[in-house]
């Protein structure tokens, strides 16, 4: 029965409570505990029923209740005082003032005429888009590692006061619920989310309608409602097409995260870049800045151009130069198959306007998304889009920023790949989301409050050294019980769930033992994670878990395992249901215990409650890797392969590594060596510091790893720092050159756009005419030498070019490596109309070094000389001084013009 009219009814509250009201639609009571343990205070139960959720539990919660706090005094006091954290949280944000107005003091854009009178800060919007935000349980807007990095930038964002708005989807069904059936294979199960009684505003029009945007599919237009979350002071806006007048399907569009079929796919991609443009374009808000977090939201960047074109009448390549100059683009994905790809049919077909209206062609069109244009078969890559619709581009680690670097070498030919335009910002965590509250406690005392955000140089880090061994040690315990205690109550509550025997149930009160080493693993279960890689010698580690060493059963170890599989992963669940057939054998079955439906909230228990946190991925595929971190930040040593974050923590005060970093062809070979390399880190480190106790029972050692892992990790891998980074590096520069490329009527970009086409023009007509050098074959490290090159611009002038020495050492292979480039000083034209440019360098290496030179294109509002694409290097022939190779009978590439043994 369909209803004739809804109503959203709202929990009534006395007036003393409706401060309940602000303090439960703000998400800061994630992470603020004297605001959850007022709900808790408010229904107890109720407060777990609702799966921590204080919208739903206002609206539930008997009127008798309410009535009954509204007359206690303690509870009043206490929510008052919460209302006044929140209030007080809300004004206090001063990390963005401080870092922008000064920058914008300091470093006035060069070449820019004179400010408009509002400083741009105060303008400053940046846009934060992603297919997932994992902020907390009862929001299931997430799948995994990508969503609650995105959920942790934002309030990273609230935290540190910057002008950040978030755009997603608001899924119906969200990510799935895991239960597993009794052969231990997992069952998806897609419950419904209730918006109306979640942390959730629908946006309105000021006469009270709904706020809708609607976005062009083939032959209709698709509605979508405006959700927000508020986060700190930072919006939440989520699009939901499940709305008429809508057809079933386009209903369906916002129903699944990561769920249905290509078409659905590309329906959300559209909705999300599209539909989000739109969004905050209704919304009044203007971005100056926008990040792509990872390519599904990469459409933005066309209906932007798409603006531009049809709104201020620019062409396509203007543009494309104000989008791109203002466009942030963080990559996840380490491996090809990991990547984004649409058939260029479907993308012709629901995209084909835009080519229209940008005058390309349908293969210049789809040019925009492949790494060669001219493979005409070749998919489209989101990934692809994002890069070339960028003019910041990050990986999310230093190993995975060069593993990102020679994968999409490509788009940059002739360039070395060290100086392909992808940096790195390394991942972080939400310290005050990560940490367990009586731990958060015990740094705010013994470190004071601004733990959370400091950085590595605070003298604050080395205060973790006062903690008493003792009292972190019991803190620590405690969080194992806890952990224990809820494993045991969420097994026996899934086995009642299956109809499960009484024995079973009463089983599981038996699970794991709150004394004993606990490692802990859960992630996704891809398969490169490796879940089962612990299970590969199966004697090997049954020794390990009941110990048979010499101390005969006291150093026992046990493991507690989560994680869901993708809905289409069979391998990934095969992985599962090897964990649980592992655990039914009798003698392991409490020792091995897999916690059912993974989540925030089983995750935040266990990286405080276990004592090390074991990782296993294939490197390099885990690109960043966060629930590390989130152990670290609680004090928990790291047991992993060097790969993602871990290659570049100090593993080896913080943690153990497991192999050396090595990559490996043969992965049956690979698995053997890990495995083994694990058993004997368990056997030979893990285990014997864990249980070398003293008089009063302390781990010493293991008690002063946990403090290297906290105070050498937390301020690190934290999104403060992260999102610090993203805004001094990515949106700052990109807002500057936004406001810079639209002042004027765009007259900036469509300079820019003229000057790109002009370079294009005559790029090729460019010679290296002549590369004289001032010493012979044989120099002294130090010994300086003169360079003078003679080139002829042809219709370019020396103000569209950089010409840059380029010297390094050469490699076996003949190649320069590391090369540093050395801009050389243009010195006017000889009489031929030839440009002439010298500079002089000497060597710091002896060895057998190598030179080149190079021409980049050069302009004042380029956001970097890369961007064209455009390096000419030099040839060998070209060199007018041809000095041999030193008779060591290397053949060189074009690249190294000259090769010279330096000695000391
Ligand atoms: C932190 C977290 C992740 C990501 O963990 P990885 O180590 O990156 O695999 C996934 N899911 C949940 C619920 C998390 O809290």
Redesign the pocket.
Known sequence: MKPIRTFNVSPSLPKRLEPLRKLAYNLHWDWNFDTTDLFRRLDRDLWESSRYNPVLMLGTISQERLREVAEDEGFLAQMDRAAQQLEGYLTERTWYRKHRDRKLTSEKPKEIPASPSTPPSSKDCYAYFSAEF?LTSCLPIYS??LG?LAGDHLKSASDLGLPLVGVGLLYQEGYFAQYLNADGWQQERYPINDFYNMPLHLERNPDGSELRISVDYPGREVFARVWRVQIGTVPLYLLDTNIEPNNQYDQDITDQLYGGDIDVRIHQEIMLGIGGVRMLKALGLHPTAYHMNEGHSAFLALERIRMMIQESGLTFAEAKQVAQSSQVFTTHTPVPAGIDLFPPEKITYYLGRYANTFGLSKEEFLSLGRENSGDLAAPFSMAILALKMASFVNGVSRLHGAVSRSMFQNLWPNLPVIEVPITSITNGVHARSCVAKPTQELYDRYLGPSWSQATTDSPLWERVNSIPDEELWRNHERQRSELVVFVRDRLQRSLRDRGASVTEIAEAQEVLDPSVLTIGFA??FATYKRATLFLRDLERIKQILHDSSQAGGKRRVQFVIAGKAHPKDIPGKELIRQIIHFTRDEALSRSVVFIPN???HV?RLMVAGCDIWL?TPRRPREA?????M?AAMNGLPNLSVLDGWWDEADYVRTGWPIGHGEDYDDLEYQDEVEANALYDLIEQEVVPLFYTRDDEDLPRGWVSKMKDAIRLNCPLFNTARMVGEYALRGYFPASDRYFNMIQDQYSPAKLLAHWQTHLFDHWYDIRIEDIKISEPAEIKVNQEIAVKAKISLGALTDEDVRVELYQGSVSATGEITNGVPVTMVYQGQDSQGNSLYTVNISYTNSGLQGLSLRVLPSHDYLSSPYEPGLVLWAEPEKVSINLQSNGNGHVLEPEAVMTEAVTH
């Open positions: 994992g995994g590692g609650v992630r996704r993974y989540d925030i995750s990782n960043s890797g966060t629930s590390g989130k």
